[in-house]
């Protein structure tokens, strides 16, 4: 198995077209013919993740958040992001990132959090097309039944096993949730149009202060879960779609989380 087979069976479900334009997804270090006994996945490939796969004779890293957004103009080994990719070279393991695609798929990101909340039928926020099939960012559930927003704060918690959440809200304990939007990582450049569609809370990450003033006084009630936190699963969702069609040792490896409470 090649790291061309993976790629694959991945662009099956989750196709580069799919991705932002401004996005940068698919190979970003190695070669396609390379053998694949070992891969790592992982939402961020920090130093500190590489140097784990060198560790584990990984021959593949997958990210969700690629390591190479803006054209790269030199490779300096004295500077970060050349050496991350010089260990990358040397010890043989190559680079694959999913990111907006992978979000925006069918079966990606944003369905696969809806889902891991007990969330079903959910409906795309921002939907596009590409040969007949639909795709976008976000997703929009209507609820079995009404919720205030501090059940809907528990269910949260509970489900994705967070010690705390940020709510912007007015009367949490009253205000009553038919609908919810769910758009994971930096999504609150959507509430506009989850307000369109008649959703009375936005569940993201990365909130800022006068995003969410301007939310709610517009009647949108916003949890802020964490970028990290909201997107964490991926490793998850991309064990489980290769798990199931080759034989491979997949370890899922993260950093820590860049923000703590202390």
Known sequence: MTISDIIKELEKKFPKNFAESWDNVGLLVGDRKQDVKKIIVTLDATESVIDMAIERNADLIISHHPLIFSPIKHIDFSELIGR????LIKNNISLYSLHTNIDS???????????????????ILEENSFQESSYGIGRVYKLDRNMSVLEIGELIKEKLKLEKIIVSSKNIELKSIKKIAIINGSGMGYWR???????DLVLTGDVKYHEAIDAVENGISVIDIGHYESEI??????????????????EILNDEPIFKDI
Do not use: D, T
């Open 84 to 87: 991350k990719i010089m260990k």
């Open 105 to 123: 798929a069918p079966k990606g990101l944003n369905w696969f959090l809806g889902e891991c909340l007990g969330f079903e039928s959910g409906k």
């Open 193 to 199: 149009k989850a307000k369109r569609l008649g959703a």
């Open 233 to 250: 699963i991926f490793g998850e969702l991309i064990k489980e779609n290769l798990q199931s069609k080759f034989e491979v040792e997949i």
